[in-house]
């Protein structure tokens, strides 16, 4: 692994104990509640560029929070079926994500330089640290 | 509170409280007049029931109003519906220990229309994204989304983080909507609130509508705002001359000019009704109420409905406030007579949806809802939107061609 096949992306701090998964990346936004079927952790929404995808263990990282007040419970309720991601990490999230995953203690990050949705392909391998605002990735992709 | 001489649940809450608003660098907690809660049993499951029933046990009190939003069955009519024994059971849970605490069962997520009409200026905890975005945008006052958890931290504290929309330099306008395809029914305003939504899905964004030739009604605002909160994750917007806090451009955007600019050209309401095609001959259920009917939107079906049969299944969702009016009217009765099943204190897509699919055969969903056109999508349904009138007709045909 050559050093420029490492990248660090900062910004604010975020929530959450540090963290190292494997990436799960996607253009698209994201609702717990209507784009994921809960009980297996697989996106579900027929029109979502990660049709048919598991979340379970990855880091999610995507442009938008979507949708409702109910993610406000879900990813509680996802980490206690075990199929919750590891972490969350968005362009620019809204606060009922937040609110969840501080619930869940699920870690959360977001407004981070460069962009984690153009910097981040699928299947490298990420270290969060969110009381620090960085991310290291590691291409594997 | 932190020390914790209010009590381990008022404790419980500010420690979240401060995690959250750290997060957005929230600088101070603000004093908020009421709460508003999402706490369906679908979306809580097992633990979210659990964690509600050990405060409940251990004797926490909410300290301002809490009301609540619509649940995931009516109890009463489960079976009938097709729904598990299992989710009245566990909604029974929830409200019951919610309402220990101190909460008001009143299941509905119109709650600013009948029995918490919120003001200018004031603070606010709701959740529900369309109840927070009429707080926002039709009253004047103050909200972020609150999810659950959060919703009920604030009603433990009596306050929330002061970020997002409780500060001016989040509600001020962000896009310029000029709209130039008139919307002509309460369907119309939902396709709308789809369009301006699909177009800029971030919460932080609020856009200004401008060339509207008439005042929307109540339940148009409704329509509207809820298909923004929907499509959109947004949680205000302003309208030039109707709104509260937009009694110009200038006024809207805090007298800076718009630095972007959208169109909604003509055609581009019918567009997004042709975004919703049924994938077959006749839909499976008809369903009026996303979000809950109001009197007025109840009545217009009731009527349309009268003397009629209709050959479909055909849910109307409401709140047990415009319910009581609508048995007292005689509207209930009018739908019930045409077969029309009237559900109380539930929304449909909070009724256990992707269950309903596999026990009922629920594929083919026709409304006039552009939200609820949404929403049931991630529960695998095939969603047709159409104006009110439309549905009514095409549930008496039972058949969408005439």
């Known amino acids: 692994m050559s050093a420029d096949e490492r990248l660090v992306l900062r910004g604010p701090a975020g929530y959450g104990e540090a963290i190292e998964a ?67 990490v968005f362009r620019a999230t809204n606060p009922v994500m937040v609110q969840g995953a501080v619930m869940a203690g699920i870690a959360i990050m977001h407004r981070l330089v460069p962009d984690p949705v153009e910097a981040i392909a699928s299947g490298d391998w990420l270290r969060l640290r969110p009381a620090d605002g960085e991310i290291d990735v590691e291409r594997r992709a | 509170m932190l020390a914790g001489a209010a009590g381990p649940a008022a404790r419980w809450g500010i420690e979240y409280q401060r995690s959250v608003g750290e997060f957005f660098g929230a600088e101070r907690m603000v004093a908020v007049r009421s709460a508003h809660i999402h706490c369906d049993g679908e979306a809580l499951g097992e633990p979210g029931a659990a964690f509600l029933e050990d405060w409940a046990r251990r004797g926490a009190r909410l300290a301002i109003p809490m ?9 009463g009519r489960a079976r009938e519906i097709g729904q598990d024994d299992a989710i009245v059971a566990e909604e029974a849970r929830i409200v019951g220990a919610l309402t220990a605490m101190g909460a008001i069962p009143s299941n509905t997520c119109i709650n600013y229309q009948t029995l918490d009409v919120p003001h200018l200026g004031e603070r606010l905890a709701w959740g529900d994204t369309g109840t927070v975005i009429w707080a926002n945008s039709v009253a004047g006052a103050r909200s972020n989304f609150e999810g659950g958890p959060a919703a009920l931290a604030a009603a433990l504290t009596g306050r929330v983080a002061e970020y997002g929309f409780h500060l001016d330099e989040h509600r001020r306008g962000t896009v310029l909507v000029e709209v130039e395809d008139q919307p002509r029914c309460l369907t119309d305003w939902g396709a709308l609130g789809a369009l301006v939504g699909r177009a800029y899905p971030d919460y932080w964004e609020v856009p200004v509508l401008t060339g509207l030739e008439r005042n929307p009604a109540p339940d148009e605002l409704k329509h509207l705002g809820a298909a923004l909160a929907s499509y959109g994750s947004q949680a205000m917007f302003h309208m030039i001359g109707v709104t509260p ?21 003509p055609g581009a309401l019918a567009g997004l009704y042709e975004s919703f095609l049924p994938e077959r001959g006749a839909p499976d259920l008809v369903v009026f109420g996303t979000p809950q009917l109001s ?30 009016g609508a048995d007292d009217y005689g509207y209930t009765e009018l739908a019930r007579a045409a077969g029309a099943v009237v559900l109380t204190g539930v929304c449909f897509y909070l009724m256990t949806a992707r269950e309903l699919a596999r026990t009922r055969g629920f594929r083919t969903l026709l409304t006039d809802s552009a939200k609820l056109a949404n929403t049931v999508q991630g529960y695998g349904y095939n969603p047709v939107l159409r104006p009110t009138d439309e549905c009514v007709e095409i549930a008496v045909r039972g058949r969408f061609a005439a």
């Open chain 1, 22 to 88: 494997e990436a799960l990346v996607s253009s698209d936004g994201f609702s717990a509640r209507y784009d994921l079927d809960h009980t297996t952790g697989v996106i579900s929404r027929e029109a979502h560029e990660l049709y048919g995808q598991s979340l379970v263990g990855k880091v999610l990282v995507v442009s938008t929070a979507k949708g409702g007040t109910a993610t406000g419970w879900r990813l509680f309720d996802l980490v206690e079926r075990g199929t919750a991601p590891a972490a969350l």
């Open chain 2, 67 to 75: 009301t609540m939003d619509p649940r995931s069955t009516d109890p």
């Open chain 2, 245 to 265: 806090e937009a009694r110009s451009v200038e006024d809207a955007f805090g007298g800076e000019p718009p630095e972007r600019r959208m169109s909604v050209p």
């Open chain 2, 295 to 324: 009197l007025l939107e109840f009545r217009r079906i009731a009527e349309g409905l009268a003397g009629r049969s209709v050959r479909t299944t055909v849910f109307l969702t409401t709140s047990a406030q415009v319910r009581a």
